[in-house]
């Protein structure tokens, strides 16, 4: 059964930070572009943040620059998203996606080639 699992999620203060895991199991996350995705309550899903299949290219939206850092460790079939400097509008239901974008562009802004989704992880940022 081809699966992403999403971890690391948690109740931290403003300030604070996470770091994010997305495993895969079933299939190999080696030529897949990830992203990072969130849902905020009431609210539209919305690209965090990609990284291409070789880690060379990654994308981040706006409001996240500067602070999250996505990375990969293909060995361990594995994406992370290190959260710092956590703000309240973090608050949202964390996604990881996997598929084959033309860019890592296309997927995060476009919304575009998400093959597989994980279940997500929610991250409260609360004081």
């Known amino acids: 059964q081809l699966q992403l699992v999403e971890s690391g999620g948690g109740l931290v203060q403003p300030g604070g930070s996470l770091r994010l895991s997305c495993a895969a199991s079933?299939?190999?996350?080696?030529?897949?572009?990830i992203g990072w995705f969130r849902q905020a309550p009431g609210k539209e899903r919305e690209g965090v943040s990609c990284?291409?299949?070789?880690?060379?290219?990654?994308n981040y939206a706006d409001s996240v620059k500067g602070r999250f850092t996505i990375s990969r460790d293909n060995a361990k079939n594995t994406v992370y998203l290190q959260m710092n400097s956590l703000k309240l509008e973090d608050t949202a239901v964390y996604y990881c996606?996997?598929?084959?974008?033309?860019?890592?562009?296309?997927?995060?802004?476009?919304?575009?080639?998400?093959?597989?989704w994980g279940k997500g992880t929610l991250v409260t940022v609360s004081s």
């Open positions: 996606a996997a598929g084959f974008p033309t860019t890592v562009q296309d997927m995060c802004v476009m919304r575009r080639g998400m093959n597989y």
């Open positions: 079933g299939f190999t996350l080696d030529y897949y572009v």
């Open positions: 990284i291409s299949s070789s880690g060379g290219s990654t």
